[in-house]
Nanobody
């Protein structure tokens, strides 16, 4: 099972952009997909977007459509999340995950430790 490690979180202002990265290590990335989820205090973990590893087909949640873009590098075994036009409601801990091509957390087998994104108004 590969290990995932996120980086790139931080404190930004509304309207700013931020790029998160997730590096996979410890083995070959043999999963169907890599995804990003987020969890705000007091809320359940929420699907953000996912990308199918074989062909790069992705789909985002409605809340981030048109603002967030996921990409993957299947040579470097990394997946990135470009977040534009950030809003205060995007504030959360963001998690990278690997598993099936799905919007359900239960379909993902491997998770990173998370990185905090805070958007001030």
């Amino acid at each position: 099972q590969v290990q995932l490690a996120e980086s790139g979180g931080g404190l930004v202002q509304a309207g700013d952009s931020l790029r998160l990265s997730c590096a996979a290590s410890g083995g070959t990335f043999s999963y169907d997909a890599a995804g990003w989820f987020r969890q705000a205090p007091g809320k359940e973990r929420e699907f953000v977007t996912t990308i199918r590893w074989s062909d790069g087909i992705a789909y985002p949640a409605d809340a981030v459509k048109g603002r967030f873009v996921i990409s993957r590098d299947n040579v470097q075994n990394t997946v990135s999340l470009q977040m534009n036009s950030l809003k205060p409601e995007d504030t959360a801990v963001y998690y990278c995950a690997a598993g099936r091509y799905s919007n359900r957390p239960g379909d993902y087998n491997s998770w990173g430790q998370g990185t905090q994104v805070t958007v001030s108004s």
